[in-house]
Structure formats: C-alpha cells, structure tokens
C-alpha cells in the first residue's frame, strides 16, 4: 500500500514538473522564433536546472512537439463540441471563423509558437508526423462543417482554404498598427466575414449548376 502511494506521488510530482516546464517553454517559444529559443531560457524561466529538462524531455523539439499536440488538441475538443452542440441549422461557416480567430486570441503564445516554429523549426520525422496528425484532425472537423452545409465541391480543398485563409488573418492584422486590441479583433472579424461570403458564393454557385 505504502508503495502504490510513493508511486502515485512520484507520478504527480512528475507531471507537475513536467507542466512547469512546458509553461515555461510555451512562454519562451511564443516570444521568440524557434531556432532562436534555448533550453537555458526555458530551465530558467521555469526556475529549474537546464539539466533537469532533459529529464523529462530529451531535445528542445521533442519539448516543442508536446506542446503542440496539447494546445491544438485544446482547440480540436472546443471546435468538436462547437460542431456536436449546435443543430443542424446552426452550424455555420462564420461559427467555425468565430471560434478560430477567438480562440488563437486568447491564446497567443500557442500561436505564435505554431507560426514561428513552421517558419524556422527544423522538424525530424517523428514530429512531422505527429504534427501533421492533429493537423489533419483539424482538417477533419473543417471537412465536416462544409459537408454538413452541402457543398459539393473537394470539401478537402475548402478546409485547406479556409485554414490558410483564417492563418493569413492572424498573420497579418493581430499586430496590425496604429489599432487597439479590439479594433484589430473588429477588423479581424469583418475580413471573416468576407471569407465566409466567398464561401457562400461558392456553394450558390454549385446549386445554379446543378440546377
């Protein structure tokens, strides 16, 4: 009994450390690009030993990749009861943009952490793999929302469209200057809006043509 409640403690005491480290990098990554990020920033942002991380992480990428599939799989379940709670008529295009453009908001740092390491990390197989995995999920959940509303066209292509489009939003207009906070959010939403539009057209379109 005293030994399954040891292991249990050992098992807690791990996962906390190992959740201070990944708040630790999670900060230290969404601040800087990836190739410019240490290991010794991150075991000293989280007030621990540089020694310590490779504990429980053998490389920077491998501490990177962890993050990434925590947060995006975030975003995954919040986007997949989005989908599973609303009624057939409530599922909307400008509800899946919403919910993007809100949740990246609020979650910077995980942002940033995605653009920057895509821009200049320097992935070996392994993290590809596991990254294009929710990366795919994500698209999955995008597929379903243009099948669900009836287009006919390659709803792959739509949910790769719409994710690059909402990804050049972020990209371009969260830091846009000269703007408060939520008049970049307001400008931000209007282009969404506009995104969705074209999408509508599309599926117009497809019904003229069927027609």
């Given at each position: 009994?005293?030994k399954?409640?040891?292991?249990?403690?050992?098992?807690?005491?791990?996962?906390?450390?190992?959740d201070?480290i990944?708040?630790?990098?999670?900060t230290?990554?969404?601040?800087?690009?990836?190739?410019?990020a240490?290991?010794?920033?991150?075991a000293?942002k989280a007030?621990?030993?540089?020694?310590?991380?490779?504990?429980?992480?053998?490389?920077?990428?491998?501490?990177?990749?962890e993050i990434?599939?925590?947060?995006?799989?975030?975003?995954?379940?919040?986007?997949?009861?989005?989908?599973?709670?609303?009624?057939?008529?409530?599922?909307?295009?400008?509800?899946?943009?919403?919910?993007?453009?809100?949740?990246?908001?609020?979650?910077?740092?995980?942002w940033?952490?995605?653009?920057?390491?895509?821009?200049?990390?320097?992935?070996?197989?392994?993290?590809?793999?596991?990254?294009d995995?929710?990366?795919?999920?994500?698209?999955?959940?995008?597929?379903?929302?243009?099948?669900?509303?009836?287009?006919?066209?390659?709803?792959?292509?739509?949910?790769?469209?719409l994710?690059?489009?909402?990804?050049?939003?972020?990209?371009?207009?969260r830091?846009?200057?000269?703007?408060?906070?939520?008049?970049?959010?307001?400008?931000?939403?209007?282009?969404?809006?506009m995104?969705?539009?074209?999408?509508?057209?599309?599926?117009?379109q497809?019904?003229?043509?069927?027609?």
């Amino acid at each position: 009994m005293k030994k399954d409640t040891l292991s249990r403690l050992k098992a807690k005491e791990r996962e906390i450390r190992q959740d201070l480290i990944i708040e630790a990098a999670r900060t230290v990554f969404g601040e800087k690009t990836y190739d410019k990020a240490s290991m010794v920033e991150i075991a000293r942002k989280a007030g621990i030993s540089k020694s310590s991380i490779y504990t429980y992480f053998t490389n920077q990428e491998e501490l990177y990749v962890e993050i990434t599939l925590r947060d995006t799989r975030n975003f995954i379940n919040a986007l997949d009861r989005h989908i599973k709670n609303a009624t057939p008529g409530e599922i909307t295009i400008r509800g899946v943009i919403d919910l993007f453009l809100d949740y990246y908001l609020v979650h910077e740092a995980q942002w940033r952490m995605t653009t920057h390491f895509a821009l200049h990390g320097n992935r070996g197989k392994s993290a590809v793999e596991k990254l294009d995995n929710v990366a795919r999920q994500v698209m999955d959940l995008f597929q379903k929302v243009f099948k669900q509303l009836g287009f006919k066209a390659d709803t792959r292509l739509l949910a790769h469209t719409l994710f690059s489009s909402l990804s050049g939003i972020l990209i371009a207009f969260r830091n846009y200057p000269g703007r408060s906070d939520a008049q970049r959010q307001q400008h931000m939403k209007r282009i969404g809006n506009m995104v969705e539009t074209l999408f509508m057209a599309l599926a117009e379109q497809e019904n003229r043509e069927e027609a």
